[in-house]
């Protein structure tokens, strides 16, 4: 077996290293924004003043319609989170095989 001189030996260190940072920063940091959702619009933010945490509130949105929430902390201030749930997409094999 041929043994690798000091500087093959740095240079793949290197390279090893830098392929480890690479791979594994921008998936932590793109998790963790999913993991914490959209942040709060202003409206949500503006339904929130003079009220507590877990006062129910509603949110006007900026088309006019008005939504029910529960004011939360999000970065030590309150916002209202919505009580809306979005429509999960089905996956290509359940809708397949949704007929069965």
Same mark, same amino acid.
Do not use: E
């Given at each position: 077996?041929k043994?690798l #001189? *000091?500087s ?8 090893a ?11 932590s940091? #793109?998790?963790?924004a999913?993991?914490?959702? *959209? #942040? *709060?619009t *202003?409206?949500a933010f503006?339904?929130c003043?003079?009220h ?5 509130v ?6 006019g319609? #008005?939504?029910?929430?529960t004011c ?10 919505t009580h809306?749930?979005h429509k ?11 007929w069965?």
């Amino acid at each position: 077996m041929k043994r690798l #001189s *000091p500087s093959q030996l740095i240079l793949c260190a290197l390279i090893a290293g830098s392929i480890s940072v690479i791979l594994t920063s921008p998936a932590s940091a #793109s998790q963790a924004a999913r993991d914490r959702g *959209p #942040s *709060p619009t *202003p409206a949500a933010f503006a339904a929130c003043v003079n009220h507590k945490l877990g006062d129910r509130v509603i949110v006007k949105t900026a088309a006019g319609k #008005s939504l029910n929430g529960t004011c939360r902390k999000y970065q030590d201030k309150l916002a209202a989170r919505t009580h809306i749930r979005h429509k999960k997409d089905k996956g290509w094999w359940k809708t397949l095989t949704s007929w069965i």
